[in-house]
């Protein structure tokens, strides 16, 4: 399973650089203590983090923090490896629903100087600012769908999007030819900050799965009620 989280679009690699500049610096730990209200979070999705096994205090941390008192009314969980060059790290993002906003928080590790660190990031967006929830499921034997428990969901893709354009990528423009060396000018996409999830009942199991595809559902609702 995996995910393509806005953070990757420029934001996250500059939170990399940062912190990079940061361990040259000799100020000492920052004091971690927020005076602000504080919302416990729900049993179900406190022990879904527990069982992640990865830095649950740290990530519930992260996310009373975001919520700045508000109730959460619904959220989603996704652990995956992620692949640098020769190394693997872990990177959890939790997305939660509040009346007015969906929050998305990410937790990455690293190694530092031999120490092991984790990166975290947390992002409000109001819900009448996400401009599209896309559902997409890869059905396997889709003529016997709903007749034999061998036509089943195998992949299932989330991808949020919201806000104006905030990133242009742009590549050479082609003819087709392969021999041309004329100059096309550009092309590119104009692009919006999005979120995209990946799961599947092999990697992540059938109600993870499933999960994943009622929460997206209830976004639709919401999301369009918001507008």
Partial sequence: ASSTRAPMNGRFDMSWRLLDRASSWDDGP??????????PLPAALAAEIQSCGFFPELVSDVAETSLAGEEILDH?????????NDEVHRHLTVILRTATRMLIGHTDERTEGGQLQAVTSSESIPLSEVSSVVLTRVVQHPDKFGKDPSAATVETWLQMTWGAVSRIELEPATCGDPMC?????YTG????DDIVIRMSPAADGP???????????RMQVATGAAR
């Fill in 207 to 217: 109600d993870q799965v499933e999960r994943m595809m009622g929460f997206a559902t």
């Fill in 30 to 39: 920052v004091s971690q203590s927020v005076d602000q209200a504080r919302t």
């Fill in 181 to 185: 060396t004329a100059d096309h000018g």
């Fill in 189 to 192: 996409t104009f692009s919006g």
């Fill in 76 to 84: 989603l969980l996704h652990l995956e490896a992620v692949f640098d």
